[in-house]
Structures are given as structure tokens and as C-alpha cells.
């Protein structure tokens, strides 16, 4: 194991430590041990998520305080182990912990494991200084990319594979839902991969700015995204819907939304059941798929499309807060303002 100076002699370091319901708390911790398969990452940058405000609100089925929260993860290897990227090198994380012994792992699906855990909920995450992750979950991304840019790995994987699970081909006619972060990355990817027309439909005023900027069509205010999409497409329906919202109103249109043969691709997870026309889809023959996480190979591709610089991520609005400003960050990011990505930063370098 090769060890880093910065933190061979350190023992204690600073995390925002979650204690309960809406109670975030930045504390001193003890240095994580670091196992054997194991690297000690120096946190760069972590991204918040839906995900992290159930947690905080002390909703999510699974997270137990007191419990360091982050899975979008984003540092340099500070400890090398054997097999992992060298010191100084910049990764991304693939914060996805499975049993390997289900169906699904032995299938070669781990991504939908039985028993799927992640770093950051079931063990600790990144919005501390330091994380010890196992090697195999570190994809190293170049260090000449923009760091908010590269931070966008873990979000942009969710998109690429649902693009992959839309069956998208080239020329088809899009509709999502939801202008957040995984709706604009979504239709981001989709017209990387050749969607023809895409249309997207957002309530908030800010966000459709956002949506308008980064030159998509989007649905006005005060219009009915059902109307918009049809009258678009003279009647037929956009040939697949992604549902990045998650929203029970958003539910009750997707199966008005496509056209016959169409597909629709739930990439919002809904918090409870949700009325959906089932006798629509029915008769249309619709495809419906669900969207978990990512696989792999999803992960490294969102990793090479954010080196390439296709997407044009720098016109992304993000914004970043230090550590000690953890609060401020959960507050800014659940706004679901034009600021569509929230950075925490665990180093005062990254955060000036």
C-alpha cells in the first residue's frame, strides 16, 4: 500500500455528520481505516441528490444514523492498494455495492442486485475529507477536465443508461419530463446519440431558462405538455417519453404522451404508487422501463463523454459550497432553482 504525506500523519478530519431527521451536524471523526481492496480518496467535490434529501429528512427506507452521506463522488487517490489508480490520480466513483451471489450478480446485472447497497447510505460517504472506497469502484477521469465537469459523472451515468434502456436508434421524436438534473442530462444524452426533435416540459420558470439555454425545445408555462407534444408531432405522440420527474400529474400523461409502439422510460424513482392509464399502454403496445442506477459500462461512458466534451457540461449552472456550509448547500440544492447542480466542497482550494 502506498501512502500519500498529507494524510499519513493525519488521525482526525472533518465530516458532516448526519444525526437524525433535518439534523446535519460538521464534526471532527476519526481518519477512515482502510481496508485491504481498499484506497483512501481526498474528497473533491460531492454532488447532492434527491436521494440525499430523503436521507436527510429522514425518509429513505435504509440510512440509519449517524451516518456520513455522498455517493456523487469526486477526488484523488491519496492511499494506493493493489490494483487501484495510482497516487494523485483524479476519479470518479461508482458508488454501487453488491452481493455478487443473487440472480441478477451471477446474470452479470449487479446494477439491479437483490441486496444493492451504496456508499454514502449503507456505509459512509463523501462529504467528509476523506473516503476509504474499494479499488474497483474508481474510474479515473483526466485531471484536464473541469472539475465541476468531471463531478457530473455519477448523475450523467444515470442518463446515459436510461438513453440505453429508451432503445434510442437516431430521429426520434423525445419528450421528458422534468428539467432537473437527470432531465437535462438525459435529453443531453439523447441528442448526443441522435434524437431528432426533443421537447421538454418543466413547471419551474427557472429551469426552462436553463433547458432554453442549452438549446432544447421546451413546453410554455401555461401550456399542457400533452397538447404541446401531440400537436408537434400531428397527433402521433413522441416515439419515447422519459419521465425524469417522478411527479403523480407527470404519470397521468405519459400514456398520453406516446404514440402507439412508443416507450416510455421511468428515470424518476416515485416515493409511492402512482395512477397510471395501465389500459392505454395496453392497447397501444407500449414498452415501459424502469431505471435503476447504471451498469458499469454506463459509468464509463458517461466518464469518456465528459472527456470528450460533447455535451457542453461547462454550460451547466452549478454552484459550490464549503464543507462548513454543508446546511446552506441541502438548502440551495432542494430550491429546484435555476442552479441545477449543488457541489459540496470538501477542500478550501476547490471551494474559492
Known amino acids: 500500500m502506498t501512502n500519500s504525506s498529507s494524510s499519513a500523519a493525519k488521525n482526525e478530519m472533518k465530516a458532516a455528520v448526519w444525526i437524525g431527521p433535518d439534523s446535519l451536524h460538521v464534526r471532527t471523526v476519526p481518519m477512515p481505516t482502510v481496508p485491504w481492496g481498499h484506497a483512501l480518496v481526498r474528497i473533491e467535490l460531492t454532488g447532492l441528490c434527491g436521494t440525499d434529501f430523503s436521507i436527510l429528512h429522514g425518509t429513505h427506507p435504509r440510512a440509519a444514523a449517524p451516518a456520513i452521506l455522498g455517493h456523487e463522488i469526486t477526488g484523488i487517490v491519496e492511499t494506493a492498494s493493489e490494483g487501484s489508480p495510482a497516487v494523485g490520480t ?127 425545445e421546451t413546453v410554455p408555462g401555461n401550456a399542457d405538455p400533452v397538447e404541446c407534444i401531440l400537436q408537434s408531432t400531428e397527433g402521433a405522440g413522441a416515439d419515447i417519453v422519459f419521465d425524469s420527474a417522478a411527479h403523480p400529474s407527470v404519470a397521468a400523461n405519459l400514456a398520453k404522451s406516446v404514440r402507439v409502439l412508443g416507450t416510455i ?56 459550497f464549503p464543507l462548513d456550509h454543508v446546511a446552506e448547500a441541502f438548502e440551495r440544492a432542494m430550491a429546484a432553482s435555476g442552479c441545477l447542480k449543488v457541489f459540496v466542497s470538501s477542500q478550501e482550494a476547490v471551494a474559492s
Open 90 to 216: 483524479r476519479v470518479a466513483v461508482e458508488p454501487l455495492v453488491t452481493c455478487g451471489s443473487c440472480g441478477p450478480c451471477k446474470a452479470g446485472n449487479s446494477h439491479v442486485c437483490t441486496k444493492l447497497r451504496l456508499h454514502g447510505i449503507d456505509s459512509p460517504g463523501s462529504l467528509a475529507e476523506y473516503v476509504a472506497l474499494p479499488v474497483g469502484s474508481l474510474i479515473p477521469i483526466d485531471a484536464r477536465v473541469p472539475l465541476r465537469e468531471a463531478a457530473l459523472a455519477e448523475p450523467l451515468a444515470v442518463a446515459v443508461h436510461a438513453v440505453h434502456r429508451s432503445g434510442l436508434a437516431g430521429g426520434e421524436t423525445v419528450m421528458v419530463f422534468g428539467a432537473g438534473p437527470i432531465g437535462i442530462l438525459t435529453a443531453l444524452v439523447a441528442r448526443n446519440a441522435g434524437a431528432g426533435q426533443i421537447l421538454i416540459s418543466e413547471p419551474s420558470e427557472e429551469r426552462r431558462l436553463v433547458a432554453a439555454d442549452l438549446g432544447f
Open 265 to 320: 422510460v421511468l428515470v424518476g424513482v416515485y416515493k409511492k404508487p402512482a395512477e397510471v392509464d395501465l389500459q392505454a399502454l395496453t392497447f397501444a403496445e407500449n414498452t415501459v422501463v424502469g431505471v435503476r442506477v447504471y451498469t458499469r459500462a454506463d459509468f464509463e461512458e458517461a466518464v469518456a463523454l465528459i472527456e470528450s466534451g460533447v455535451l457542453g457540461l461547462e454550460r451547466i449552472p452549478v454552484e459550490v
